[in-house]
Structure formats: structure tokens, C-alpha cells
Nanobody, 127 residues
Framework: QVQLVESGGGLVQAGDSLRLSCAAS????????MGWFRQAPGKEREFVAA????????YYAPSVKGRFTISRDNAKNTGYLQMNSLKPEDTAVYYC????????????????????WGQGTQVTVSS
């Protein structure tokens, strides 16, 4: 049972940048796939980005591709989401998730693909 804690959210203006962090407990996080999701009020949780265990493969939702960058530092048991050129439509609670199943280079893009979730961190982008 891995514990995930997100941080780095806040209130910013359109065009600004934020970096979210996902700190994981335990020593097995380095072997887990990782993803970021977001959920706005009244909307379903949507996929943002995913990264495999080694960080060699990434995938992004079309809405964030070119603006967001997912990364990880396994030595620190921490994942990151760098968000640039933020837009008001990026406003949501952002969640970090971990996938403990060995899948090679196959990245999970739905909530069903992840077993562990953080509590979320609020990102608000004003216009």
C-alpha cells in the first residue's frame, strides 16, 4: 500500500506556470507507472499525462500536449508535472496516481489503470 501526496498547486494567472510534485512513500515507487489526472467541479476525472517506471516513455492528453511535462525522480520517490502556459480551462483538482502492475512500455490512460491515488491539489487559473 503506497501513499501519495501531491503539492504545488495554487492560484495563478493565465499564461503562468506551476510545477506539481507527487511524493510517494515506500521503496517500491520506482517500479510503478505513474499518471496525473484532474477533475473540475461537476465533471468526471480526466487523464492528463502518464509515465512508465523508468521515465523513458510518456504520453499526454491532447489538451495539454506541448504545455505540460511529466517526469519522475525515482531516487527521491517523487513524480512531477510541469505546467506551462496555463489556461483557465486547466482549473481543477490534480491527482497523482500509481500503477503497481508491470506493463513494460504500456501506459495507462484511464482511472481503472491505477491502484493508488493521492489526495489531490487545487490548481486555479484566472483569466
Amino acid at each position: 500500500q503506497v501513499q501519495l501526496v501531491e503539492s504545488g498547486g495554487g492560484l495563478v494567472q493565465a499564461g503562468d506556470s506551476l510545477r506539481l510534485s507527487c511524493a510517494a512513500s515506500g521503496r517500491t515507487f520506482s517500479s510503478y507507472g505513474m499518471g496525473w489526472f484532474r477533475q473540475a467541479p461537476g465533471k468526471e476525472r480526466e487523464f492528463v499525462a502518464a509515465i512508465n517506471w523508468s521515465g523513458s516513455f510518456t504520453y499526454y492528453a491532447p489538451s495539454v500536449k506541448g504545455r505540460f511535462t511529466i517526469s519522475r525522480d525515482n531516487a527521491k520517490n517523487t513524480g512531477y508535472l510541469q505546467m506551462n502556459s496555463l489556461k483557465p480551462e486547466d482549473t481543477a483538482v490534480y491527482y497523482c496516481a500509481a500503477d503497481p502492475i508491470p506493463r513494460g512500455i504500456v501506459l495507462q490512460t484511464t482511472t481503472m489503470g491505477y491502484d493508488y491515488w493521492g489526495q489531490g491539489t487545487q490548481v486555479t487559473v484566472s483569466s
